[in-house]
């Protein structure tokens, strides 16, 4: 205690009582507030470490990388990937598909959908075309219904379709050197798929979903890693149409996965990628269709596909022209190209490729009068099995030939050649009285089997004529 004075306390007090209050004034006024004061600033001193611990906690958590040790689990029991169709459309992916301008993107992408929509289960699905106005996309998927024969309630049900000329769907901005995520834009994408239950959202073509600098990968794979985000966000399928460069298309260089527009960056980040590439010179020749016709067939071939293996095989594909009818009588209606599966003539066509009804169907035809072997021929007998077999015969001239020579070989006709009036060689079954059509030698005609060897022995020459045996 600090009283200040020496000697007894009975000398400075005259009772126990005032040194009692006097030591109480002593304590009030100089040791009690510095006990108060160690107190206070100990409790400060404990919370300013408490919520620097908190904030370095919440940061590290933040920003933690750990080592996740593999947990074995059956096989048999790990989820399937959610593969919904054709093996390019997977939940919570990127795909793409990359081609060419006019062709068959779109077209593709439309009978994809409504292949999707009315599939079991049927799914859901969102096109936005960011080129078109709203009418001319709803002229190519009514054209494309219609061809398909795809029920207009399914429709109506299961497919939406928008333009980005009435709204916009720009990801990713760039200002000077900076970018910029449109956050509204693809906070309402995300709402929009999750709300209407989307499965599958097309972006055609993805270059018209942002402004940045299409070269650089940098800017390309963050506006690419929105799309990733909206997938993996509302569990669907995102699927980004791709233009391609330059040097790459008809009459330059095969499309392939490096052929994209700008920046690589896109085709990394997708976990499928398939190109279009239009039938080429050497190839029409191959399938016997005219080279002026080749533009409307294109292949779609998997250059990517980081979920399975590559087969490397290609789908073939012919655009074909589909009156909407809605002309009037003083104007013709629309025609719109619609896409369907073409199946390449094969090599190994076999007589199995035509029905007993199909068949008799053709010789009761080619017993009317003689038809031409050979495909030049005017009364070319190839017309008559496109008109029985449901082929044209001009497109499928390849695949109509390949079955003829499949018929010959088992037995259901033969090869004769023609003869002439001025004389010639070999064998015929045309009546002598009948005048012999102009044109190229050999025909096509129903006979009796006393009319020419049995099989397998086959007349063939030079502009020689196939006929029919009963």
């Given at each position: 205690m600090?009283?200040?004075?020496g000697?007894s306390?009975?000398d400075?007090?005259?009772?126990?009582a005032?040194?009692i209050?006097d030591?109480?004034r002593?304590?009030?006024?100089f040791?009690?507030?510095?006990?108060a004061?160690?107190?206070?600033n100990?409790?400060?001193?404990?919370a300013?470490?408490?919520n620097?611990r908190?904030?370095?906690?919440?940061q590290a958590?933040?920003?933690?990388?750990?080592?996740?040790?593999?947990?074995?689990?059956?096989?048999a029991?790990?989820?399937?990937r959610d593969?919904?169709?054709?093996g390019?459309?997977?939940?919570?992916y990127?795909?793409?598909?990359?081609?060419g301008g006019?062709?068959?993107k779109?077209?593709?992408?439309?009978i994809d959908?409504?292949?999707m929509?009315?599939?079991s289960?049927?799914?859901s699905?969102w096109y936005?075309?960011?080129?078109d106005?709203?009418?001319?996309i709803q002229?190519r998927?009514?054209?494309a219904?219609?061809?398909h024969d795809?029920?207009?309630k399914v429709l109506n049900?299961k497919?939406?379709?928008?333009?980005?000329?009435d709204?916009?769907?720009v990801?990713?901005?760039?200002r000077?050197r900076?970018?910029?995520?449109?956050e509204?834009?693809v906070?309402?994408?995300?709402?929009?798929v999750?709300g209407k239950g989307?499965?599958?959202?097309?972006?055609?073509p993805?270059?018209s979903?942002?402004?940045?600098?299409?070269n650089?990968?940098?800017?390309?794979q963050?506006?690419?890693n929105?799309f990733?985000?909206?997938?993996?966000?509302?569990?669907?399928?995102?699927?980004?149409?791709?233009?391609?460069?330059k040097?790459?298309g008809d009459g330059?260089?095969?499309?392939?996965?490096v052929?994209g527009?700008?920046?690589?960056a896109?085709?990394d980040?997708?976990r499928?990628?398939?190109?279009i590439?239009?039938?080429?010179e050497?190839?029409?020749?191959?399938a016997?269709?005219d080279?002026?016709?080749?533009?409307?067939?294109f292949r779609v071939?998997?250059?990517?596909?980081n979920?399975?293996k590559?087969s490397?095989?290609?789908?073939w594909y012919?655009?074909?022209?589909?009156?909407l009818?809605?002309?009037t009588?003083w104007?013709?209606?629309?025609?719109?190209g619609?896409?369907e599966?073409?199946?390449?003539?094969?090599?190994?066509?076999?007589?199995n490729?035509?029905t007993?009804?199909q068949?008799?169907?053709?010789?009761r035809?080619?017993?009317?009068?003689?038809?031409?072997?050979?495909?030049?021929?005017?009364d070319?007998?190839?017309c008559v099995?496109g008109e029985?077999?449901?082929?044209?015969?001009k497109?499928?001239?390849r695949?109509?030939?390949?079955l003829?020579?499949?018929?010959?070989?088992a037995g259901?006709?033969?090869?004769v050649?023609?003869k002439?009036?001025?004389?010639g060689?070999?064998q015929c079954?045309r009546?002598?009285?009948?005048?012999p059509?102009t044109?190229?030698?050999?025909?096509?005609?129903f006979?009796t089997?006393?009319?020419?060897?049995?099989?397998p022995?086959?007349?063939?020459?030079?502009?020689?004529?196939?006929?029919?045996?009963?």
């Amino acid at each position: 205690m600090c009283f200040g004075h020496g000697g007894s306390w009975k000398d400075r007090y005259r009772s126990e009582a005032e040194l009692i209050a006097d030591a109480e004034r002593c304590w009030n006024k100089f040791i009690l507030p510095k006990e108060a004061e160690r107190e206070a600033n100990a409790r400060a001193a404990e919370a300013f470490i408490e919520n620097a611990r908190r904030k370095r906690d919440i940061q590290a958590r933040a920003n933690a990388v750990t080592a996740t040790p593999f947990i074995y689990q059956d096989p048999a029991t790990l989820p399937r990937r959610d593969n919904l169709y054709g093996g390019h459309f997977i939940r919570k992916y990127v795909s793409s598909t990359v081609g060419g301008g006019g062709g068959g993107k779109s077209s593709l992408e439309i009978i994809d959908a409504l292949g999707m929509i009315s599939g079991s289960p049927p799914l859901s699905v969102w096109y936005v075309n960011l080129e078109d106005p709203i009418d001319e996309i709803q002229r190519r998927v009514t054209a494309a219904a219609m061809h398909h024969d795809i029920n207009p309630k399914v429709l109506n049900e299961k497919l939406f379709v928008d333009s980005g000329r009435d709204q916009s769907f720009v990801v990713v901005t760039q200002r000077g050197r900076e970018t910029k995520v449109v956050e509204p834009v693809v906070e309402a994408i995300i709402a929009e798929v999750r709300g209407k239950g989307i499965d599958v959202l097309i972006i055609d073509p993805f270059v018209s979903t942002h402004e940045v600098e299409e070269n650089d990968n940098n800017k390309i794979q963050q506006v690419a890693n929105q799309f990733t985000r909206i997938a993996n966000e509302t569990n669907a399928s995102v699927e980004l149409v791709h233009h391609i460069n330059k040097a790459s298309g008809d009459g330059k260089s095969e499309v392939t996965a490096v052929s994209g527009r700008g920046a690589g960056a896109l085709k990394d980040k997708a976990r499928a990628v398939r190109v279009i590439n239009t039938m080429s010179e050497k190839e029409a020749k191959k399938a016997g269709i005219d080279p002026k016709d080749r533009f409307s067939y294109f292949r779609v071939t998997n250059v990517k596909a980081n979920m399975s293996k590559r087969s490397g095989q290609a789908d073939w594909y012919r655009i074909v022209s589909v009156k909407l009818g809605n002309g009037t009588k003083w104007s013709a209606g629309d025609s719109v190209g619609v896409v369907e599966k073409w199946q390449w003539p094969s090599e190994e066509a076999t007589a199995n490729d035509v029905t007993t009804e199909q068949l008799g169907e053709l010789k009761r035809r080619l017993s009317l009068a003689p038809h031409g072997d050979n495909h030049q021929a005017k009364d070319w007998a190839g017309c008559v099995f496109g008109e029985v077999l449901g082929l044209d015969a001009k497109a499928d001239k390849r695949k109509i030939g390949l079955l003829m020579k499949a018929l010959v070989t088992a037995g259901h006709f033969a090869v004769v050649e023609r003869k002439w009036t001025g004389g010639g060689n070999g064998q015929c079954s045309r009546a002598p009285q009948t005048p012999p059509p102009t044109g190229w030698g050999g025909e096509w005609r129903f006979i009796t089997p006393s009319d020419t060897p049995p099989p397998p022995y086959i007349y063939k020459a030079d502009g020689g004529r196939v006929v029919a045996r009963s």
